[in-house]
T-cell receptor, first 117, second 112 residues
């Protein structure tokens, strides 16, 4: 069964360092999402791509976070410099549909857990 | 802002008990989904409801979408330890159909 691949699963870093997460969505899925999830809480959308274009990055802290999906397939989320408050699970999800309106299912990866010391 | 409020935030029950989790908003949603997430994993979709008043059943789980499409509930009958996890509702606001908004989640612990 096709899955959303994410790496690394775990990352421990010191504050002020740079961190990068990678996501490979399910083949053929046009829409890719990056979410941040604090332990025990719901995911918060950071950025949404439609193919290679950013659809929504209104909640992305652009002074330190960046995301790209250059060829419209895999994606990278970068944090530089990392801060203590960035410790969280970073989830990537993909969807076949161009819009969540079509009640499309989001398929999530296993996430990348970041700990900033 | 379009918010989804889940209640309770945390629930600890004994095996065999019934429970209901609520997802409420003041906004209307085109559709609403329920996900379950286990520790260290990503959320997995359980169900999608799209019609006001709709009821869907998945084994011991019953999902309902409110008539006004502003709220939803998840009822679990005879809970089992395997039901333990974080339950998330997520909705597509009628006023912003490009978004999927998540509630803050309900952590369920079912003790054997």
């Amino acid at each position: 069964e096709a899955e959303v691949a994410q790496s690394p699963r775990y990352k421990i870093t010191e504050k002020s360092q740079a961190v990068a997460f990678w996501c490979d969505p399910i083949s053929g899925h046009a829409t890719l999402y990056w979410y941040r999830q604090i332990l025990g809480q719901g995911p918060e959308l950071l950025v949404q791509f439609q193919d290679e274009s950013v659809v929504d990055d209104s909640q992305l802290p652009k002074d330190r976070f960046s995301a790209e999906r250059l060829k419209g397939v895999d994606s990278t989320l970068k944090i530089q410099p990392a801060e203590l408050g960035d410790s969280a699970m970073y989830l990537c999800a993909s969807s076949l549909w161009a819009s969540a309106l079509v009640a499309g299912e989001l398929f999530f990866g296993e996430g990348s857990r970041l700990t900033v010391l | 802002t379009q918010l989804l409020e889940q209640s309770p935030q945390f629930l600890s029950i004994q095996e065999g008990e019934n429970l209901t989790v609520y997802c409420n908003s003041s906004s209307v949603f085109s559709s609403l989904q329920w996900y379950r997430q286990e520790p260290g994993e990503g959320p997995v979709l359980l169900v999608t409801v799209v019609t006001g008043g709709e009821v869907k059943k998945l084994k011991r789980l019953t999902f309902q979408f409110g008539d006004a499409r502003k709220d939803s509930s998840l009822h679990i009958t005879a809970a089992q330890p395997g039901d333990t996890g974080l339950y998330l509702c997520a909705g597509v606001p009628s006023s912003n159909t490009g978004k999927l908004i998540f509630g803050q989640g309900t952590t369920l612990q079912v003790k054997p």
